[in-house]
Nanobody, 123 residues
Framework: QVQLVESGGGWVQPGGSLRLSCAAS????????IGWFRQAPGKEREGVAC????????YYADSVKGRFTISRDNAKNTVYLQMNALKPEDTAVYYC????????????????WGQGTQVTVSL
């Protein structure tokens, strides 16, 4: 079993920045990748960014490329999502999740999920 806990969400004005953290505990040695996902009201959950635990390889959704950066600190079992130049359309609940076998942005591939953290971008 793996437990994931997100933190760092909040309210920010357009153009601002936030950094989300995802702390893993439990059988985290078995993890292959960690992904960040988001879900806005009335919309499907979508992949934002993901990172391979072993070598740091990353994928990003086109909508966040150049603005968001995912990184990892394996010593702390923590993955970060640095979000810059935030837009109102980035408003959503952000979740981190763990995949045991592959690196992808498909939510259906991920087995373990955190509880989510709200990010609100508005004036």
């Amino acid at each position: 079993q793996v437990q994931l806990v997100e933190s760092g969400g909040g309210w920010v004005q357009p153009g601002g920045s936030l950094r989300l953290s995802c702390a893993a505990s439990g059988s985290s040695m078995d993890l292959y990748a960690i992904g960040w996902f988001r879900q806005a009201p009335g919309k499907e959950r979508e992949g934002v960014a993901c990172i391979k635990k072993s070598d740091g390889m990353t994928y990003y959704a086109d909508s966040v490329k150049g603005r968001f950066t995912i990184s990892r600190d394996n010593a702390k079992n923590t993955v970060y999502l640095q979000m810059n130049a935030l837009k109102p359309e980035d408003t959503a609940v952000y979740y981190c999740a763990a995949d045991l076998f592959r690196l992808s942005l498909a939510p259906e591939n991920y087995v373990y999920w955190g509880q989510g953290t709200q990010v609100t971008v508005s004036l």
